[in-house]
């Protein structure tokens, strides 16, 4: 099994025993998507506190290690969203090559879509 496949599957035993533990199976996809979102959003925002975007503040030194945790805990809500949605690692990754293929099309002015070459 590949990495993404074994985050996948780890990700899908945690929020199956989560669910059961806290009596969630029942709430709606679109609810679950809201609720994980604002969750993503949370670690954003502490990932952000942890790279000195305030300008009116002292810079810190980074704690690296911090960053890396909190690109995880994001990691951990965009994967159970695409679990609720019934992605799965395989379509992630298919989706992932041809969103990137489309990215650098538009870069280099071979896309449909216009307004983005150089």
Partial sequence: MDKLESIFLWQNKFDTELAERRGLQDIP??????????????????????????????????????????????????????????????????RYLDKNKENFDRQNGTSEKKGYEV
């Fill in 29 to 94: 996809m679109e609810q679950w998507i809201q609720k994980e979102t604002l969750a993503m959003i949370s670690e954003l925002a502490e990932l952000i506190d942890e790279v000195n975007f305030k300008w009116w503040k002292n810079e810190k030194q980074v704690d690296v290690d911090k960053v890396k945790d909190e690109l995880v805990d994001i990691l951990h809500f965009f994967v159970s969203m695409c679990l609720k949605t019934g992605m799965n690692a395989q379509e992630l990754f298919e």
